[in-house]
């Protein structure tokens, strides 16, 4: 079965989840919003201790399709979300 764009949220809610679990799961997404060009995204982590915060985006700052990356919004979850803008998707012939 085929991945349409429409299908890829706009947003990845890692809430609940282990650091390598979540590092897995932010990839496999950050994958199909690249390959759709779907920028920027938003990574809900939650505010907890900030371990998970803190490793994903430490994981953003390494990441090849990764152009930058900020905290939510005063009011769209502050340091509580990531939002992740893409670089552009390469052309596909």
Request: hydrophobic share 35%; net charge negative; proline share 5%.
């Amino acid at each position: 079965m085929r991945t349409r764009a429409c299908d890829i949220p706009e947003e990845l809610d890692l809430h609940g989840r282990r650091v390598d679990e979540s590092l897995d799961l932010v990839d496999e997404y950050l994958d199909k919003a690249f390959v759709y060009g779907i920028s920027p995204v938003r990574l809900v982590h939650g505010h907890g201790t900030g371990k998970l915060r803190n490793a994903v985006r430490e994981h953003l700052s390494h990441h090849p399709q990764v152009s930058r990356f900020v905290p939510g919004g005063t009011y769209s979850g502050g340091e509580g979300v990531t939002v992740v803008f893409l670089k552009a998707t390469p052309l596909i012939l």
